[in-house]
Structures are given as structure tokens and as C-alpha cells.
């Protein structure tokens, strides 16, 4: 496959100049959710090469700017992901002839599946989070002497809010770490499927998409053995570490995709009834106004469907699906 020079120089260093922005702690902070973005655009629009050089150009240029630590940030938390998300969703392959199809006739094509995609989007931001903790344990000596220093660090910060609301500033920051690496993951792993999401509209609006756009409500499906990865979160609920705290992270990553299973759930559920998008608009504020509890529930709703195909289990309605031209990839 071809490289665009053009377009992977310049989504390399977008990319990278709204790392930067976020990185100086400006007003538009937030535009660190769409740092991925750029790269998955070239990966997706015009070949996974163009995505890949966008990547290391991004990576490089933080690198010279701000240091090869927040380079290597840069890089394992969004631009390596982003090649690689993008090159997944591009993979293809020959479907076997299906059944009734006249000799010689063209047969589907077998497009890497959504299911899987969300996992490794879970996968390489868990991966990410836990490898830089790793840098950090290795830095102070060992796990304990790290989170003693990085809650010292955060009381001081904590020391108002603490305050205000009658805590000890010590426990509070003690939590604090604790929970960061899990929330980091989970954050991670829901940017990068949304910048993929944006990525592929866009992609597919400049019609350089050559994915057909897939039926995400009926054909996302997680794998499920990823079921059993979830276990791993109760780690730290029997022993406290090192190793507690990566499984705790890698479970969070891959509770966030169990959780998008169960919207993708809720959307073939509520098919039929009356008031759905009032429910389905429902659904999405409360999970993002009250979070964490509502992630906890969908969550268990994308664990019970996945491990018991509760949407094909339901009688079918009368709700078109779309024709991708897609099959199982087996």
C-alpha cells in the first residue's frame, strides 16, 4: 500500500500540536480526547503506512518539544493505537461461498470484526497505562515507595476539596492513586473507539472509506473469553500490589467495552417499544451525568449478552438491518 507523504507528515503533527495544547494546560484541554483522531483519519481514509509515519512523526515531534518521556506517553497512549485500530478496521478477507449463490458469483467479504476491535482498543490502552506504571515503579524502587510519594504529591492538591468536604486529605489521595491507573485505562480505551468512531465518518463522508459502515447494535460482540478478563479487577480485593493494580487497570478497559456491548445491547432490546428514543436518550445522559454507576449496569448487561446472546435470542421486529455485505469472521 501507498503512502501519502502529505497526509501522514500532517496528521502526525496535528496530532501531536493537540497533544501539546493539552500538555501547556490551556483552556482547550479537552481537545487531548481528539489527539488520536488525525492518525486514525490517515489510517483509515488513505492506508494504514500513511496512519503508521503519522504516528512516528507525531511521536518524534513530541519527543523533540516536550521530552521523550511525554514522546513515549504520546506514543503508547494514542499514536500506536491509532495505527493500529485503524489497520485492524481495514482488514479483509474472501468470504467462503455462501449457499445459494450461482457458480462464479462474487462472494461477500469478511471484514475484521467490531467486537474484536473494541477489544483491542481495550487491549492496548490497558497495555499502555500498565506499561507506564511500570516506567514509574521502576523509577522510585519499588510499588510501595511510588504510591507513597505519588499520594504525598496528591494530597497537597487535595488539600482544599479534602477540606471542604471533611476527609483526610492522605486517604483521599491514597484512593486517588489507587483508582487513577483503572480510570486512566477505561477513559483510554473509550477515546480511542470514539476518535476511531469520528475517524471513520470522516473517512466515509470523503468517501476514501472502503469499509462498508458496519451494523454496530447487531453485529458488535465482544469475544468471550474477554468476559473472563473482567475477573481480574477483583485482584485487589484479595491482595494489594503491583500486580493487583495492573489486573484492577487491564480489567477497567475491558469493563468500559462490556459496557458499549450494553448499549449495543439496549439498542436491539428496545426495538419496538414506544418512546425508544426517549429511553435510549435516556439511557446516555444518565451514564454520563451519574457515572460510575450506570457503566457498572451496562456493564453487567454487556457480560450477560455477550455470554448469552441475549439480542438474538429476542424475536425479531419489523427494524430493517442494513446490508454490509459482512459475514463472521471465524
Avoid at 518524534?60 to 511525554?70: D, E, M, W, Y
Avoid at 493500529?84 to 471484514?111: K, Q
Amino acid at each position: 500500500m501507498k503512502i501519502t507523504p502529505v497526509t501522514a507528515i500532517g496528521a502526525g503533527l496535528a496530532s501531536a500540536l493537540l497533544f501539546v495544547v493539552s500538555a501547556k494546560g490551556t483552556t482547550a484541554a479537552l481537545l487531548a480526547c481528539l489527539t488520536a483522531l488525525p492518525i486514525m483519519i490517515a489510517g483509515l481514509g488513505f492506508g494504514h503506512l500513511s496512519g503508521l509515519v503519522g504516528a512516528l512523526i507525531g511521536a518524534g515531534a513530541i519527543t523533540v518539544t516536550l521530552g521523550p518521556v511525554l514522546g513515549g506517553f504520546f506514543a503508547l497512549c494514542f499514536a500506536l493505537p491509532a495505527w493500529w485500530l485503524s489497520y485492524l478496521a481495514l482488514l479483509a478477507r474472501p468470504a467462503e461461498t455462501m449457499p445459494g449463490l450461482p457458480a462464479g458469483a462474487a462472494s461477500a467479504v469478511t471484514w475484521y470484526p467490531i467486537g474484536r476491535l473494541v477489544a483491542w482498543a481495550a487491549a492496548s490502552a490497558s497495555l499502555a497505562v500498565v506499561a507506564i506504571g511500570l516506567v514509574i515503579v521502576t523509577r522510585f524502587g519499588s510499588y510501595d515507595v511510588a504510591m507513597q510519594a505519588l499520594s504525598r504529591h496528591f494530597a497537597i492538591l487535595l488539600t482544599y476539596p479534602a477540606r471542604q468536604a471533611n476527609v483526610d486529605a492522605s486517604e483521599l489521595a491514597g484512593l486517588v492513586v489507587r483508582l487513577l491507573p483503572p480510570t486512566t485505562a477505561a477513559m483510554t480505551a473509550a477515546i480511542l473507539l470514539v476518535n476511531l468512531w469520528l475517524g471513520g465518518r470522516i473517512s466515509e463522508v470523503s468517501q476514501r472509506l472502503t469499509r462498508p459502515w458496519p451494523n454496530v447494535p447487531d453485529g458488535f460482540s465482544l469475544p468471550r473469553p474477554a468476559a473472563a478478563v473482567v475477573l481480574l479487577g477483583l485482584l485487589p480485593l484479595v491482595k494489594d500490589g503491583a500486580v493487583a493494580s495492573a489486573g484492577a487497570t487491564v480489567a477497567a478497559a475491558f469493563a468500559m467495552a462490556f459496557a458499549l456491548q450494553g448499549l449495543a445491547a439496549a439498542h436491539v432490546l428496545t426495538r419496538g417499544f414506544r418512546g425508544r428514543g426517549m429511553i435510549l436518550t435516556t439511557i446516555y445522559l444518565v451514564t454520563v451525568v451519574a457515572m460510575p454507576w450506570p457503566l457498572v449496569a451496562l456493564t453487567l448487561l454487556g457480560l450477560v449478552d455477550c455470554l448469552f446472546s441475549l439480542r438474538f435470542r429476542r424475536p425479531p421486529t419489523s427494524t430493517p438491518k442494513p446490508t454490509t455485505g459482512e459475514q463472521p469472521w471465524k
